[in-house]
């Protein structure tokens, strides 16, 4: 496995590649979820490139941008051990020298994440833009635990015409049902038993939805389910939607395209985690 941290360098290599590339964009600290588009990559395609880049265009100025988890040697023994071919691993001035140009997108930036995290998305679409200049993979991975940034990415795919095909893998879990999360390190002992209400949550209102509930009903059980679960010294909600997966608008009726959007703050950590309400999530 090659350790690659210069934009030339790269470039080199990916001219001389003639098979099928793959590329999974991360923020590092690996855990399963990650792995899991790494497999999927590795087993689709000839070659298979990771970037490990923690992008500060992505956080706010009170975000978690210096204390984020990082651990390159331990994520590199992760990826030599699947069979990862390269890694990309700039650093900032690397990416960021002079940048100027940044890349927007109004539809599905304004809900959600979008709405909470003003400008997060603006760093996570010129990211992975340039991350596809520089790497022009012929597919990219990326997970359905960040599915407001899975249909971003499409939609950037799309409208600037990148000649990439974009493929989602399902949210890997722990055990008690938390999605995983580089994040998830950042949690104390309490916290983290705590963080399993975004799951418990998720499971109920889906649950609910198949005993034929209506969206006032289960807007209604929720709050009750939270009266009774939510410890409000460590949790609090910063949103609880439910809104049509394709296109991110809010329905009056639930149906089959409706996905339930949670984040959550746990103690100082921002969770997120969405859940199909017509699919067995569990
Ligand atoms: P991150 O390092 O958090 O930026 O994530 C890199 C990629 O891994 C993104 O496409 C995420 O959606 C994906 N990912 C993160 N956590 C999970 C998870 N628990 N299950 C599946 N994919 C994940």
Redesign the pocket.
């Known amino acids: 496995m090659k350790i690659i941290k210069k934009i030339n360098e790269l470039k080199k290599i990916r001219k001389s590649i003639n098979g099928s590339a793959g590329f ?5 600290y690996l855990h399963e ?2 792995l ?2 790494v497999k999927k990559s590795i087993s689709e395609n000839e070659v298979t490139f990771v970037s490990i880049f923690v992008n500060p265009a992505q956080f706010g100025p009170d975000e978690d941008f210096q204390k984020y988890p990082r651990n390159f040697d331990k994520d590199c023994n992760k990826l030599k051990e699947l069979g990862c071919d390269f890694v990309f691993w700039p650093v900032e001035d690397e990416i960021y020298h002079n940048q100027k140009v940044f890349i927007n997108i109004k539809e599905y930036s304004d809900v959600l994440c979008g709405e909470k995290r003003p400008g997060h998305f603006q760093g996570v679409l010129t990211v992975v833009a340039k991350l596809f200049n520089i790497v022009e993979p012929d597919t990219a991975y ?5 599915y407001q ?1 899975l249909l971003i990415i499409k939609k950037l795919v799309k409208d600037l015409n990148f000649n990439i095909n974009i493929k989602s ?5 722990e055990k008690d049902g938390l ?4 994040r998830n390190k950042l949690l104390n002992k309490e916290e983290r038993k705590h963080a399993t209400l975004l799951f418990k949550l998720g499971k109920y209102v889906c649950n609910e939805y198949r005993n034929g509930m209506s969206f006032s009903e289960i807007q209604k059980k929720i709050k009750n389910f939270l009266k009774q679960n939510m410890d409000t010294n460590i949790m609090k909600v910063d949103y609880i939607e439910i809104k049509n997966e394709n296109n991110l608008s809010h329905e009056d009726f639930l149906n089959p395209d409706s996905r339930l959007f949670l984040a959550f703050f746990c103690g100082k950590t921002r969770l997120i985690d969405n859940f199909k309400l017509s699919e067995e999530n569990f």
Do not use: C
Not at 24 to 28: A, D, E, F, R
Not at 142 to 146: M, P, R, S
């Open positions: 999974v964009p991360t923020m590092g979820g990650h899991a588009l990326f997970g359905q635990k960040d940034q893998g399902r949210t890997i879990r999605a995983m999360s580089s």
